[in-house]
Each structure stands twice: as C-alpha cells, then as structure tokens.
T-cell receptor, first 116, second 113 residues
Framework: EAEVAQSPRYKITEKSQAVAFWCDPISGHATLYWYRQILGQGPELLVQFQDESVVDDSQLPKDRFSAERLKGVDSTLKIQPAELGDSAMYLC??????????????FGPGTRLTVL | KQEVTQIPAALSVPEGENLVLNCSFT??????LQWFRQDPGKGLTSLLL?????REQTSGRLNASLDKSSGRSTLYIAASQPGDSATYLC????????????FGEGTQLTVNP
C-alpha cells in the first residue's frame, strides 16, 4: 500500500542549530502539506504545495522556517535557527490534487523534534 | 476563523461498548470533514471522509455522520475493542480555500479489556 515517507523519525538538536526534515508523498499526489503538532493539540498547517508551487504559507514563521518542493515530488522543511518552542511533531501529508472534489489527505509517520 | 471542538477530551469504556465521539465546528461553510486516528507518538491514519453533500460514511465498525447546517459530526464506534484505544481527531476543510485541514484537539479513547 502506498504511504507517505518521512525522515528522520526523531531529531534532537540544540537551540540555534539548523534542522531539516524530508517528505516523499504518495506517488502521483500533486498536493503536499506540512503540519506541526504540539503535544496534546491538533495539527496546524505550516505550508501547502500544489506541485512545486506554494499555495498557502500564511502560518509559516518565515524568519526561521523555509520549505521547498523543487521538482514537485519530495519536499524539505528547514528550521534555522531552532528555538525551544519548535519542539513538536512535524507531519507531512499528501492528497491527489487541490482541485479534486474528494481530497482525502494521507499522513506520514511524522518527525518528532526535540530542541534542547 | 474556523474553530473545531471535540467532546469529550477523554473517554474510558469497557470492551464491547458502543460509543459516540462528538465534533463541532463554528463555520458551516466546509468542503469535507475527515476523521483520523492517532496512536501515541505516531502519525495520523485516515478513517473516514465525508463530503459536505453527504450525511454519513461507514467503514466496518465505524460510522460517521455530518450535519453541516448545525456544525456537528459524530463518530460512532460499535462493539469497541482494546485495539481501538487511540486519540481520534476530526478536521474540516474550508469551502473557499481548497484543502487545508483545521483540526480539533482530539478525544483520547481508552477501551479496557
């Protein structure tokens, strides 16, 4: 069964360091999402891509976060510099197409980030 | 701004019981509503998706209903099992902005053997 892949699964870093997360969506899925989930809360969208274009990055802290999906397939989310408040689960999801009427989102296993 | 609320925050039931989880949303202009399951420290597993034109969806022992006008959805789990223990999240997409999901904070379910 097709799955969303993410790496690493766990990352421990010190504040002020740079970290990067990678996501490979389900093959053929044009839309890719990065969500952040703080412990005990629901996920919140950071950035959304349709192919290689950013559709929504209104809640991405652009002074320290960046995201790219250069070839419209896999994606990288970067934080530089990391802060203590960035400790969270970072979830990647994909769906068939933004314009589809049945746009079910499928999530990867997530990357658990701990900033010390 | 869309707000999604899930009640109760936590629920503990004996094995075999039928149960209902509740989800409410403040803006009825939604496109889809999706229910997810999340095991501790894991990603989200999609359970059911209901389009705004639909009233309910069923998968095995799960049944989700949607009342868009009143801003409510329920997830019914029949004959609960210890393996159903997890956090259940509901999420909605806005009608006008594509498919960003707005999540509730979840209901933590424990099914006791």
């Amino acid at each position: 069964e097709a799955e969303v892949a993410q790496s690493p699964r766990y990352k421990i870093t010190e504040k002020s360091q740079a970290v990067a997360f990678w996501c490979d969506p389900i093959s053929g899925h044009a839309t890719l999402y990065w969500y952040r989930q703080i412990l005990g809360q629901g996920p919140e969208l950071l950035v959304q891509f349709q192919d290689e274009s950013v559709v929504d990055d209104s809640q991405l802290p652009k002074d320290r976060f960046s995201a790219e999906r250069l070839k419209g397939v896999d994606s990288t989310l970067k934080i530089q510099p990391a802060e203590l408040g960035d400790s969270a689960m970072y979830l990647c999801a994909s769906s068939l197409n933004l314009l589809s009427s049945y746009n079910e989102q499928f999530f990867g296993p997530g990357t658990r980030l701990t900033v010390l | 701004k869309q707000e999604v609320t899930q009640i109760p925050a936590a629920l503990s039931v004996p094995e075999g019981e039928n149960l209902v989880l509740n989800c409410s949303f403040t803006d009825s202009a939604i496109y889809n509503l999706q229910w997810f399951r999340q095991d501790p420290g894991k990603g989200l597993t999609s359970l059911l998706l209901i389009q705004s034109s639909q009233r309910e969806q069923t998968s095995g022992r799960l049944n989700a209903s949607l009342d868009k006008s009143s801003g409510r959805s329920t997830l019914y789990i029949a004959a609960s099992q210890p393996g159903d223990s997890a956090t259940y999240l509901c999420a909605v997409t806005r009608e006008t902005s594509g498919s960003r999901l707005t999540f509730g904070e979840g209901t933590q379910l424990t099914v006791n053997p």
